[in-house]
Structures are given as structure tokens and as C-alpha cells.
């Protein structure tokens, strides 16, 4: 079972900017970063496979990107021009199969909240 370890949330205002890290006992074919906002339900932000492709979901993309540092296992989520609406509880995710935000597939970090309020 792979161990996720996630660091870095916090408070930001409106337009502001936060590092996510994910510490990771073992690389899996696709890593990941999810929120769950209260009330709704986890849903997918950004994904990366070990042959080197990302995705993103439509709401983060140009202002989010998601890195890996394989050599200290550490899995990143950078997120620029932050909203309101993206205050969550996030979550770093590890799958073997083929990158896919369906979540059954994942084991999860433990999650960190990140407060974007003015």
C-alpha cells in the first residue's frame, strides 16, 4: 500500500498563489491532486503519468501545474491566480492504472486545506 504523505496548504487571498507537496513511498503509474470542497464531492484537478503526459481539468488549467521529483519522491502541485471557489480540503493520489479522474481507482494522502478568502 502506497503511503502519501501531503504538506503546504494554508491561507491565501484572492489572486494569490500556494505549493502543495506530496511525499510518496512508491511511484505509481499516475499520480494525482484532488479536492473535495465541503459539501460537494472530490473531484480531479490535475494528473500525471511516468511516461511524462499531464492533464488538467478545464477550471485550473493555465494556472495550476503539477510536477514530480522522482528522485525524492515528492509529488507538487503548483496553483497560481487562486479563486475563492477553490477553497478545499486537496489531496494527492497515487493509481497503477492509466490516468483517469475516476476515483475508484486511488489511495489517498491525507489531506491539507488550502482558504482562499480576502
Known amino acids: 500500500q502506497v503511503q502519501l504523505v501531503e504538506s503546504g496548504g494554508g491561507s491565501v487571498q484572492p489572486g494569490g498563489s500556494l505549493r502543495l507537496s506530496c511525499a510518496y513511498s512508491q511511484l505509481r503509474y499516475c499520480m494525482g491532486w484532488f479536492r473535495q470542497a465541503a459539501g460537494k464531492e472530490r473531484g480531479g484537478v490535475a494528473m500525471?503519468?511516468?511516461?511524462?503526459?499531464?492533464w488538467y481539468d478545464a477550471s485550473v488549467t493555465g494556472r495550476f501545474t503539477i510536477s514530480q521529483d522522482n528522485a525524492n519522491k515528492t509529488l507538487y502541485l503548483g496553483m497560481n491566480n487562486l479563486k475563492p471557489e477553490e477553497t478545499a480540503t486537496y489531496y494527492c493520489g497515487a493509481s497503477p492504472n492509466n490516468c483517469s479522474f475516476d476515483l475508484r481507482y486511488w489511495s489517498w494522502s491525507q489531506g491539507t486545506q488550502a482558504t482562499v478568502s480576502s
Open positions: 500525471s503519468s511516468t511516461g511524462g503526459s499531464t
